[in-house]
């Protein structure tokens, strides 16, 4: 039997127990730099009893996909599918096409990488290839992509920070044959626990996603947060702002301190320093 507290774990941020075990103090003592998550999010308005105790309803979830085509101009020819969170999209979306190579250039959210090693995929960092991912922006550097890098008959575009930036968004290509671009709730939002993604593209693609996903995969408070949430412009427009805002903030604080930024997005940012392991030394010790 396979113990599953044995099996490694690629390292992601958020971990703050792992911090609070090794630098001690409490979660209320921290302030958790690790992740690109708003740390101001969507506020939640009251869920109902339905919402908790019935089976999510097709016409909740109709008005999400709705309200998702809407904010993120989705072209009409495109197909969109909701999801559990984006990683299970990521996880699922191998299986779309036998397996060959993919093209993921580093450095890059690992997620992608193990995904398609597990379905016995072989990774190239450039050159052709069967699939490509590109991450836009990129987690860690900011790096865009634009259609002249869209070349392998599947081709995964993740957008799970391009809302800060939604003029830059690749959603346009999402009407081409074999092009699945994902968005993630948790990020812009800052309700990572919600567990909510989108994939939005090839309808034939989406649709194998779909059936492989089966019924009741979002759950009935993500169906009526979601949407609310994708109605709500005004919202959006005034966070990104305030993200803007305290990501010049912090650049002056970190700059004044010897570091130098080199990418990044207003959800997370990039620096080289002379020495990280005792910059992440000193701040966890603050």
Known sequence: MLDLTEVPQRDHGGNLSAAISEYGGVASDWIDISTGINPVPYPVADLTVADWGALPDQAALNG??????????????????????????????????????????????????????????????????????????????????????????????????????????????????????????GKFWGLAGLRLGFAIGDPCLIGDLAAWQGPWAVSGPALRIGAQALQDVDWANTTRARLQQDAKRLDKMVTEKGAKLVGGTDLFRLYEVDDAAAWQARLAGV
């Not at 397996?99 to 398609?116: D, K, L």
């Not at 391009?162 to 999402?174: I, Q, W």
């Open 64 to 185: 999400l996909i709705t309200a998702a085509r809407s904010f993120w101009q989705v072209p009409k020819e495109a197909a969109i599918l909701a999801a559990p969170g984006a990683s299970a999209l990521i996880a699922a979306i191998p299986a779309l096409a036998d397996p060959r190579w993919v093209q993921i250039t580093p450095p890059t959210y690992n997620e992608h990488a193990a995904a398609f090693t597990a379905r016995g995929w072989q990774t190239v960092t450039s050159g052709p290839a069967e699939a490509c991912v590109l991450v836009h922006p990129n987690n860690p550097d900011g790096r865009r992509w634009d259609a002249g890098d869209v070349q392998a008959p599947l081709v995964v575009i993740d957008e799970s920070f391009c809302d800060v930036c939604p003029a830059e968004s690749s959603m346009h290509l999402a009407e081409r044959p074999g092009v699945v671009i994902l968005k993630s709730f």
